[in-house]
């Protein structure tokens, strides 16, 4: 049940894949508290993914956009505003993908044509996507922006690899283009650290089951699942956040703030057989 948090707004929601997403559960709850909405992703994503059945189901045109292409994203706001009949209210960047990742490539020994595209897909896009709309004066007075993060642009994560550096520039965007779109235009730009989610991308960190579980198990909360940051959106996007910007907002149960909890403690990982080349060498990138 909707409390008409997002009445009368328009929104733009960017990376809903399959029901997995988050950017999918995002999407359906802004519809269900009034926002009217399109949908953006890739073609291949759009072609290969269920994101026309969302569609339909929203009313939701999808608007298939390369978020590193400028021209493209023009399209999606230009787009946008006549399906929608005016200016954006909210932005949603839900966009990851490190080719780094998908070959098993460790992080001291990166292919660098494939770093610089996991930084222009995970991070550069948002301030892409950003500067664009501002350009066209495409986003509302008072409007609100958001990137999915996580906790390793902070930390150390064994496995997020180059990933990590994609998410500390998605945060430091954030910062920078908050203080300027908040003194012009009123503007808020977030980022929300989100805990380890089993969604398609998240699918593809090496160990993300055992991160997930250790997560778990160190937050007094627990996991913050994909519906529970869909909510936590919703009230970024509304009016109840006017004054919150330029902040990185952790999600994650309290994860951010825990050294090690007994739970944790107590379910250690004995054998790293798993993680041994074929010489028994231990492999930590």
């Not at 490539?105 to 892409?128: C, G, P, Q, W």
């Not at 593809?204 to 089951?209: A, F, P, S, T, W």
Request: charged share 25%; proline share 2%.
């Amino acid at each position: 049940m909707g409390n008409n948090l997002l009445q009368g707004k328009r929104g733009v929601i960017f990376g809903a894949l399959n029901e997995m997403s988050i950017a999918w559960k995002v999407a359906e709850r802004a519809v269900e508290e009034g926002a009217k909405i399109t949908l953006s992703n890739t073609p291949l994503a759009v072609r290969m993914g269920t994101t026309n059945a969302l569609g339909e189901k929203l009313n939701a045109e999808i608007i298939p956009a390369d978020a590193t292409s400028v021209e493209d994203l023009k399209t999606v706001f230009e787009r946008s505003q006549e399906v929608l009949g005016g200016k954006i209210d909210f932005v949603l960047h839900s966009i990851g993908m490190s080719p780094n990742v998908r070959k098993k490539r460790t992080y001291d020994d990166l292919d660098y044509e494939m770093l610089n595209t996991t930084l222009d897909i995970s991070a550069v896009s948002f301030h892409k996507m950003i500067q664009t709309a501002k350009k066209m004066d495409a986003i509302e007075e008072g409007g609100s922006i958001l990137a999915l993060s996580y906790v390793a642009a902070q930390r150390t994560f064994f496995g997020y690899n180059d990933m990590a550096d994609a998410k500390s520039l998605l945060e430091s965007i954030a910062r920078s283009f908050g203080y300027i779109y908040g003194r012009e235009k009123n503007v808020r730009v977030n980022t929300i650290s989100q805990s380890p989610t089993m969604t398609t991308a998240g699918s593809g960190v090496k160990g993300i089951e055992n991160l997930y579980d250790f997560a778990n198990k160190m937050s007094p909360l627990g996991n913050a699942s994909a519906d529970e940051c869909a909510d936590y959106c919703i009230v970024m996007f509304s009016d109840l956040t006017k004054k919150v910007t330029m902040q990185n907002l952790f999600h994650d149960g309290g994860f951010s703030n825990m050294g090690m909890s007994l739970r944790a403690m107590n379910q250690y990982e004995k054998g790293l057989d798993d993680y041994k080349d074929e010489h028994g060498k231990i492999i930590y990138g």
